[in-house]
């Protein structure tokens, strides 16, 4: 079977960083994704992760570690508009089905 | 570049009747997937397309629920009957391959009454 684990909310402030964490157990692995998904709207692509280590882009960078079936997302200079919903998704082996986690819901303050 | 296109937007119908919804994904792109995504929850997969071949249907409530893809192009979900769980917003995704990251369309939000 698969699991993928999220903290369901999260607080930060203006100008901070934060990490969301991603936890999985999957029968096949070929990769993580980060999706954005702002009230009311489509997930947007953030990052694909396949192979150990961190990946940079811009404010955001994603980890991952296979062998421990853990991803992140660092988000850093923290801005009102970061306030979404963040969504962990694997790609299994079987079919190359993207699995979904619940999401994280990030509230950014000032 | 066109992005993922879906209508209606939204959709409100009483239970145990039929729905129907369409998808137009970006040119070119061979995966299609239709999620259902309820208030508060991640996406969840319904049905996956590798051109006009169903690659994954296991959640696809079948007894309610079917999709097809027309010429490995566009593509249909219908719900006939529908019930009040039904409630929740249809996202249509395509992506270049399996394995490469997924664009949205916008959703079409269905509630049941």
């Known amino acids: 079977g698969q699991n993928i684990d999220q903290p369901t909310e999260m607080t930060a402030t203006e100008g901070a960083i934060v990490q969301i964490n991603c936890t999985y157990q999957?029968?096949?692995?070929?990769?993580l994704f980060w999706y954005q998904q702002h009230a009311g709207e489509a997930p947007t692509f953030l990052s694909y992760?396949?192979?150990?280590g961190l990946e940079e882009k811009g404010r955001f960078s994603s980890f991952l570690s296979r062998s421990k079936g853990y991803s992140y997302l660092l988000l850093k200079e923290l801005q009102m508009k970061d306030s979404a919903s963040y969504l962990c998704a694997v790609l299994n082996t079987g079919g190359f089905k993207t699995i979904f986690g619940a999401g994280t819901r990030l509230f950014v303050k000032a | 570049e066109a992005g993922v296109a879906q209508s209606p937007r939204y959709k409100i119908i009483e239970k145990r009747q039929s729905v129907a919804f369409w998808c137009n994904p970006i040119?070119?792109?061979?995966?299609l997937y239709w999620y259902q995504q309820i208030l508060g929850q991640g996406p969840k997969l319904l049905i996956q397309f590798q051109n006009n071949g169903v690659v994954d249907d296991s959640q696809l409530p079948k007894d309610r629920f079917s999709a097809e893809r027309l010429k490995g192009v566009d593509s249909t979900l219908k719900i006939q009957p529908a019930k009040l769980e039904d409630s929740a917003v249809y996202l249509c995704?395509?992506?270049?391959?399996?394995?490469?990251?997924?664009?949205f369309g916008q959703g079409t939000r269905l509630t049941v009454v």
């Open positions: 992760n396949v192979l150990d």
């Open positions: 999957t029968s096949g692995f070929n990769g």
């Open positions: 995704a395509s992506s270049l391959g399996r394995n490469t990251e997924a664009f």
């Open positions: 040119s070119g792109h061979a995966t």
